[in-house]
């Protein structure tokens, strides 16, 4: 019990590093859209870059884009964003592999300016990333917390089978125990017997050796009479 509680603390250690990285969301100038633009970035931790480009996609739906471009950025034309303007936008998405995490960066095009801090949809707009890639951030932990469970499993699986291993060593101890303390008797009934039995030989060897006296006594006595 007590190493599956340690197994298990080992598991959660490793989903609390996962946790300890708290998503955020930076608005800055950045080459995005045809050129140095205002844009929304944050770091989605643990994630793949394709997953994102797949799962962004998908988001945009949502907004009721004309259309979808894919390339060096992800480009949903004239889509629907009330929170940001009343009036039809363009989101350019850029998603960068940076070791185990992603950096995606947003850019919300109104019409030849782009969403900045200033802006009324800026709130809108940075909810629109963070949401996003908590969503994206919360799938990877879980990825993670399964991996975790099932070597859990598996290393419970191991100590239980180690615990039978144990309690029939232990079984086959006592066994032997026994069975020495048996062999122990044994040896000291059979030693014990040994020396009967060397008496006994003694006893034998000498009744052998009156009766051939008493043979030689009984032959003297056939040779007197003759």
Do not use: C
């Amino acid at each position: 019990m007590q190493k599956r509680i340690i197994l298990t603390g080992i598991a959660l250690l490793a989903v609390s590093a996962i946790f300890a990285q708290k998503v955020k969301v930076e608005n800055t100038s950045k080459s995005i859209g045809g050129g140095k633009n205002d844009a929304f970035v944050t770091v989605i931790y643990n994630s793949k870059e394709s997953d994102v480009k797949k799962e962004w996609k998908a988001l945009l739906k949502q907004y009721a884009p004309e259309k979808v471009k894919s390339g060096g950025e992800i480009m949903a034309d004239n889509a629907t964003i009330s929170g940001i303007s009343s009036n039809t936008i363009d989101i350019y998405a850029k998603v960068k592999q940076a070791g185990n995490d992603v950096e995606l960066t947003v850019g919300f095009d109104l019409g030849g300016a782009f969403v900045d801090a200033s802006h009324s949809g800026a709130k809108t707009a940075e909810n629109i990333v963070y949401e996003f890639a908590v969503k994206i951030a919360t799938a990877a932990i879980e990825r993670e917390v399964k991996a975790a469970e099932k070597l859990l499993v598996l290393k419970e699986k191991e100590l239980e089978k180690l615990v039978k291993s144990n309690d029939r060593l232990h079984q086959n101890i006592e066994k032997f125990k026994a069975e020495i303390e048996t062999a122990n008797a044994n040896i000291k009934q059979a030693e014990s017997d040994l020396e009967t039995n060397t008496k006994d030989q003694e006893g034998a060897k000498k009744g052998i050796e009156d009766q051939q006296t008493a043979v030689k006594l009984v032959g003297d006595k056939l040779k007197e009479v003759r």
